[in-house]
């Protein structure tokens, strides 16, 4: 090893002067030509000539140039196999140095043994045998990658064969939408060698997929209400497809942009659309209506049908009352019927009295006589008396009766002319006895 380090030493200062290991002196060269660089020919010369004396070989290769000594000399044996090892030691030294590799964050690394799938590479710092014996792939796992279906760039740049669609009332729709799908983790070797366009094949799948859903339903719901839920159901019967076919990739959304009848029929749908909306906007305004009418009248109908109840058990049950008290007093009657007879009398003109703001007497000489009602004069007078402040004085007079007062309930007669034929009376409680 050293004498191979002496001789590739590139601070020799005989390099290029016919000094083949540095041990002799350099050859005089002509004068004019001064200390200036070795020529490229005595450079390439002198590197030869190293190369041979590694090799066994001494002087300059048989020639006569100048710088040139000595003849051609056959390699020894030993030095022979010390430069072959040499060699064939630096040839392996780089042979395996060309297994190590980098792979990249959010990358993996497929590695394959004589063209088959052998492991996959995290990212970091790695070695694999060198080619031809192993080999491998990057792909890229993290990159979420995006295509468009039924339009290129805009929603003006459309693709017609991608986007119509047939609905399953017979009808032609628009259907403009993007996929974003990324590798799996594990999805690599499938993605790399289980189809031969991987990419492709998800593009078909979402269009089969789109096809498939759009022809299941009506155009009315694909267009309105129903967008939302044909891409959640586009998505995962692509997702079903593509772990059908083990492509490795998993689909991340599908976003419809625009769903629309062809341009040809567009001013017609317009129209029909505009009937649909009056259509649904009258049957809410009959709606409403009804909503405001039908409660108010079953709450009428509710009230109704309640004081009918209330009524029907009122009379019922008064007349059961009725009935219950003439039964009670039909046998009290039948026990003493002359004091009954008396006793019903006086009440019920006490309760006919009660109720009158007028009473007519009757005397025998056929004069009509006044009823005062004194006790209830008095009683009034003194709670006038009372809420004034002048109790004291208006009580006691009002409440000294004379000695001939009547009692209450008492009719005191004031004979009238007997001209007379009509009697007036004075104004009475109608609470009183």
């Given amino acids: 090893m050293p004498r191979i380090i002496k001789l590739f030493n590139l601070n020799d200062p005989g390099w290029g002067r016919g000094n083949n290991n540095g041990s002799e002196p350099p050859p005089k060269r002509p004068q004019g030509n001064g200390d200036g660089p070795p020529d490229l020919d005595e450079v390439w010369r002198d590197f030869n000539n190293r190369i041979g004396s590694l090799f066994g070989r001494k002087g300059g290769g048989g020639n006569n140039r100048p710088g040139n000594r000595g003849g051609m000399t056959p390699p020894s044996p030993r030095g022979a196999r010390i430069g072959l090892g040499v060699i064939a030691l630096v040839a392996a030294g780089i042979w395996l140095a060309s297994g190590f590799y980098i792979v990249q964050e959010g990358q993996v690394a497929v590695v394959t043994q004589f063209g088959k799938y052998k492991s996959t590479s995290q990212a970091g710092f790695q070695w694999r045998l060198p080619y031809p014996i192993q080999s491998h792939e990057m792909v890229n796992v993290s990159q979420l990658r995006t295509f468009e279906v039924g339009f290129r760039g805009g929603a003006r740049n459309k693709v017609l064969p991608e986007a119509l669609m047939l609905t399953t009332d017979e009808n032609i729709?628009?259907?403009?939408?993007?996929?974003?799908?990324?590798?799996?983790?594990?999805?690599?070797p499938d993605y790399l060698f289980m189809t031969r366009d991987p990419d492709e094949s998800v593009r078909q799948a979402s269009e089969t997929a789109m096809r498939e859903v759009v022809g299941k339903q009506s155009m009315d719901f694909v267009l309105y209400e129903g967008r939302t839920t044909v891409a959640t159901q586009v998505?995962?019967?692509?997702?079903?497809?593509?772990?059908?076919?083990?492509t490795g990739v998993q689909v991340s959304t599908v976003a419809i942009q625009n769903v629309q009848p062809p341009e040809q029929v567009q001013a017609a749908f317009d129209d029909a659309v505009k009937a649909g909306q009056d259509r649904e906007r009258q049957?809410?305004?009959?709606?409403?209506?009804?909503?405001?009418?039908?409660?108010?009248?079953?709450?009428?109908a509710s009230r109704m049908t309640e004081q009918a109840e209330g009524y029907k058990a009122k009379v019922v049950g008064d007349a059961q009352g009725n009935t219950s008290r003439f039964?009670?007093?039909?046998?009290?009657?039948?026990?003493?019927?002359?004091?009954?007879?008396?006793?019903?009398?006086?009440?019920?003109?006490?309760?006919?009295?009660?109720?009158?703001?007028?009473?007519m007497v009757d005397t025998k000489s056929n004069n009509n006589m006044l009823y005062l009602p004194l006790d209830k004069i008095m009683h009034l007078a003194a709670q006038d008396a009372s809420k004034s402040g002048v109790a004291g004085s208006g009580s006691s007079t009002l409440a000294s009766p004379p000695a001939q007062a009547p009692s209450r309930g008492s009719a005191a007669p004031v004979p009238q002319s007997s001209g007379s034929s009509n009697s007036n009376t004075l104004p009475r409680d109608r609470t009183s006895r």
Avoid: C, H, W
Wanted: overall charge neutral; hydrophobic content about 40%; glycine content about 6%.
């Fill in 327 to 359: 039964t009670s007093i039909l046998g009290e009657y039948e026990k003493a019927p002359q004091v009954m007879r008396q006793r019903m009398y006086l009440e019920s003109m006490q309760e006919i009295f009660t109720r009158a703001s007028k009473v």
């Fill in 283 to 300: 049957i809410n305004e009959g709606q409403a209506y009804a909503n405001q009418v039908v409660p108010l009248a079953s709450g009428q």
């Fill in 235 to 246: 998505q995962t019967l692509m997702q079903q497809i593509l772990d059908r076919y083990q």
């Fill in 173 to 188: 729709v628009d259907m403009q939408f993007v996929v974003q799908y990324r590798l799996r983790a594990d999805g690599a």
